[in-house]
C-alpha cells in the first residue's frame, strides 16, 4: 500500500499575507509536480475556501489560540496515486458545532443536480452570515470533489472542538465541473 505524499503543509495562525505566500508556494508546486491547469484550479480554489474559512473563523479568539497550543490551525495538501487530499483543520467553538456538521450533511446527503440548485439558490439569496460568507465554500468543494466531504470534530476542553475536514480532488478528472 502506497503513503500519500505532502505537497504543502502549513501550522499555525493566519493572516491574508500569509494565505498570500501559501498559495504562491503552491503555485510553485504546480511547475515542479507539473499539475494540470484544470487540477491546479481546483486546488487553487478549494485552498482559498479553506484558508479563509480557517482565518475568519480563528479571527474571533486568536488570543487563545496563541495560549493553546492545542487550538493551533493546520491546512495539508497531499497526493496518492490520481488524487490530491486537502486537509483543515481549527478551533471551533462547541456552541458552532452543529450548524456547522448541519451543513455539511446537509451538502453530502444531496446529489449532483440538487447541488447545482443549492449553488444556485445560495448565490442568488443575498442572505450572508455573521462571518461574512453565504456558505458558497462548502458546496463549491463537495462540486470539485468526486467524494463527499469528510469532517471531523475532537473535542479539546470546555470551549472548544477542534474541527477537521478533507476534501478529495482528483487529478485525472474529465468530468465538468457543475
Do not use: C, W
Not at 495538501?77 to 483543515?88: G, K, Q, R
Not at 458546496?139 to 466531504?149: D, H, R
Amino acid at each position: 500500500m502506497s503513503e500519500r505524499e505532502t505537497i504543502l503543509e502549513y501550522t499555525g495562525l493566519l493572516s491574508y499575507d500569509k494565505i498570500s505566500e501559501i498559495l504562491n508556494q503552491l503555485k510553485s508546486k504546480t511547475k515542479y509536480y507539473k499539475f494540470d491547469l484544470a487540477v491546479y484550479k481546483k486546488l487553487l480554489s478549494a485552498s482559498i475556501e479553506l484558508l479563509e474559512n480557517i482565518y475568519k473563523y480563528h479571527e474571533f479568539f486568536e488570543h487563545k489560540i496563541i495560549e493553546n497550543k492545542a487550538l493551533i490551525p493546520k491546512f495539508k495538501i497531499e497526493t496518492l496515486n490520481s488524487d490530491f487530499f486537502l486537509l483543515a483543520s481549527n478551533p471551533i467553538l462547541h456552541a458552532d458545532v452543529d450548524g456547522l456538521k448541519g451543513r455539511i450533511d446537509n451538502i453530502n446527503n444531496l446529489d449532483r443536480q440538487e447541488l447545482r440548485m443549492l449553488y444556485k439558490d445560495t448565490i442568488t439569496n443575498g442572505q450572508f452570515s455573521n462571518k461574512g460568507g453565504a456558505g458558497l465554500g462548502f458546496i463549491e468543494m463537495a462540486k470539485m470533489s468526486p467524494e463527499k466531504i469528510y469532517y471531523d470534530f475532537a473535542t479539546i476542553d470546555n470551549e472548544f472542538s477542534y474541527f477537521s475536514l478533507e476534501i478529495k480532488i482528483s487529478k485525472e478528472s474529465k468530468k465538468k465541473n457543475l
